[in-house]
């Protein structure tokens, strides 16, 4: 019975590999992440959507819980408000579309399925080199 429930395990979005360094490397040049309440400062060189800041702020949370900092990757949108500083007139459309688009799972708690890190790196990778230009 144990291996038939850890091979369902592979099926939840936060499972597979995760690679911190890399998720790291590109959220450095954007952001820094206050210790204590973990709010995002973003780096005024760089100008990020309100879509960007909040799967920068997923990628954050992932990290927080693989260290330990936080329970849950999960995040909320009030959650979202107070952690990033967008608007709630702003977050909920945005949260929505990212749903829609499969950049964001779930329903009230949302999270980055590990499947779509990669692909929103890239994104977030040519974001901080188009701003180097």
Not at 76 to 105: H, N, Q, R, Y
Not at 121 to 128: A, D, G, P, T
Request: avoid cysteine; aromatic fraction near 4%.
């Amino acid at each position: 019975m144990e291996s038939k429930k850890a091979l369902v395990e592979e099926l939840f979005t936060d499972s597979g590999p995760f690679d911190e360094e890399r998720v790291v490397a590109v959220l450095k040049p954007l952001i820094s992440v206050q210790r204590d309440e973990h709010i995002l400062v973003y780096h005024r060189e760089v100008s990020l959507k309100a879509d960007e800041k909040i799967l920068a702020y997923g990628l954050v949370k992932k990290l927080l819980q693989r260290q330990g900092a936080v329970q849950e990757s999960s995040i909320t949108g009030k959650e979202v408000v107070i952690k990033t500083g967008l608007k709630s007139g702003t977050v909920d459309p945005t949260i929505k579309k990212l749903k829609a688009i499969g950049l964001l799972a779930g329903k009230g708690n949302y999270e980055i399925p590990v499947h779509e890190v990669d692909h929103i790196l890239k994104s977030l990778e040519s974001r901080s080199n188009s701003n180097k230009s």
